[in-house]
């Protein structure tokens, strides 16, 4: 098949890579010029495992290309990808400006029928609104919600193998069945993947199971504050837990909340989509509400330990990326702990194996804050050492090393990776989240 992905960022370019993958013949469209350029010379703006091999290999052999005219790439496709951005608006809404804007590109510059596939995350009633924008073009746009449910540092994969893929279809359009079908065919090659419903049911699926995830781990992260108040461990208490067959361990892990592009925004959407239509969604509300205070545990132990005052204490940060695997630093607790340590007067030095790039961005200017190259150069001289993401060269460092270079053998693990490696014997001061440090 021709498919036009429009919006080539995270969802974008691993859906046009990975269509291309099986065959298709896929053009990225996206008015950023100098995003196409840097793609055109094999540059991707985004760091995802996997998938920058994946776009080299399909653009050499002409299956995927890019453009920076949106208006171009349409005419002629049989599919179009709407993977724009819906951020969040001050009152937790998302925005669907950008949407509408394909839509009604779409409408006037295609050239034969299309199916229009809402790739972005849009709240309830999206499908309705887009079908009345495109009514009025010369050729039939049928619309289909399809949301994505990539995880990032694992989304080629689970766009090759995926659990489920959700297809929001307007009752009776069977055109549209059979192309989505047609499409995802082979990655359900093992079983049928493919779960129909309307759309309006297709658009709250994405916002339920992201907030049920994030409830989850809110949820553990109150059970570890009440784990450090009674004394009892919180590994053991999801063992425990994680072991009934109906709830299983999956997002059951305590730290320092979540964050990224996802979980945040779209636990506030369901919110205001309740709220729209008279609903309190309660549960969601105080998923949100946990989270917030929970990314201030690293500080507070910080402030607790270091004498409610970090003025002039230099605080090593380990990990700044949301979660391993990624460069995304969006909503990341890394970024609540440096805020708040620099806001104390404190200094920061702060490492990640991939995101310093986004972190020297976001920070460019920022006095008593340096990103440095070297994950024990951060802990020189540091009187604490905080654990934020858990990247795997992190999980068995070099721990007498650690204890030369830092001013303070202060660990405060907020991810409860090092909390049975025994580092009270090894001469360090050891704070996990709820759990008993040995």
């Not at 104390?344 to 990103?371: E, M, Q, T």
Request: glycine letters at 8%; one cysteine or more.
């Amino acid at each position: 098949m021709k498919i036009c992905v429009v919006g080539s960022g995270y969802v974008g370019l691993v859906t046009g890579g990975c269509f291309s993958e099986i065959g298709n013949h896929v053009v990225c469209a996206d008015l950023a010029k100098d995003k196409i350029d840097n793609l055109n010379q094999g540059i991707l703006p985004i760091y995802e495992p996997g998938l920058e091999e994946m776009v080299k290999r399909n653009a050499e052999k002409k299956r995927l290309t890019f453009s920076a005219n949106p208006s171009e790439a349409v005419k002629g496709v049989d599919v179009i990808f709407v993977a724009v951005g819906t951020p969040s608006r001050s009152d937790g809404g998302a925005h669907l400006g950008y949407v509408d804007d394909v839509a009604q590109m779409v409408a006037e510059n295609i050239t034969k029928d299309v199916v229009l596939v809402l790739k972005s995350t849009v709240p309830v009633k999206t499908n309705s609104r887009i079908r009345n924008i495109v009514k009025d073009s010369k050729f039939k746009v049928h619309v289909v919600s399809n949301p994505e449910f990539l995880k990032e540092g694992e989304a080629v994969a689970d766009f090759m193998r995926p659990d489920r893929i959700v297809v929001g279809i307007v009752d009776g359009d069977q055109y549209a069945q059979d192309v989505m079908q047609r499409l995802y065919h082979p990655v359900s090659l093992n079983h049928e993947k493919i779960v129909l419903m309307n759309p309006e049911s297709a658009e709250l699926t994405k916002y339920v199971a992201n907030t049920m995830l994030a409830m989850r781990i809110s949820f553990m992260n109150e059970v570890s504050t009440l784990c450090e108040k009674v004394g009892a461990d919180v590994h053991s208490v999801r063992h425990g837990v994680g072991s009934d067959a109906r709830i299983g361990t999956r997002f059951l892990y305590a730290g320092p909340g979540y964050g990224g592009s996802c979980f945040p925004k779209d636990v506030t959407a369901l919110v205001h989509t309740g709220r729209d239509n008279d609903v309190e969604i309660e549960l969601a509300v105080a998923t949100d509400r946990v989270n917030q205070r929970q990314k201030g545990v690293l500080v507070r132990k910080l402030r607790k330990k270091l004498g409610g005052d970090l003025r002039g204490k230099k605080i090593a940060v380990w990990g700044i990326a949301f979660k391993p695997k990624t460069d995304d630093i969006r909503e990341s607790p890394a970024l609540t702990l440096i805020d708040a340590v620099l806001a104390d007067g404190g200094i920061i030095a702060a490492h990640d194996p991939i995101a310093v790039d986004n972190a020297r961005n976001l920070y460019n200017g920022k006095s008593n804050i340096s990103i440095v190259d070297d994950e024990y150069d951060a802990a020189k001289d540091a009187d604490a050492l905080v654990l934020v993401t858990e990247w795997r060269p992190y999980q068995s460092p070099d721990f007498e090393k650690l204890k030369e270079v830092m001013k303070q053998p202060y660990i405060v693990d907020g991810r409860n990776i090092w909390s049975t490696y025994h580092l009270k014997q090894l001469g360090f001061d050891y704070e996990g989240i709820g759990v008993i440090g040995k």
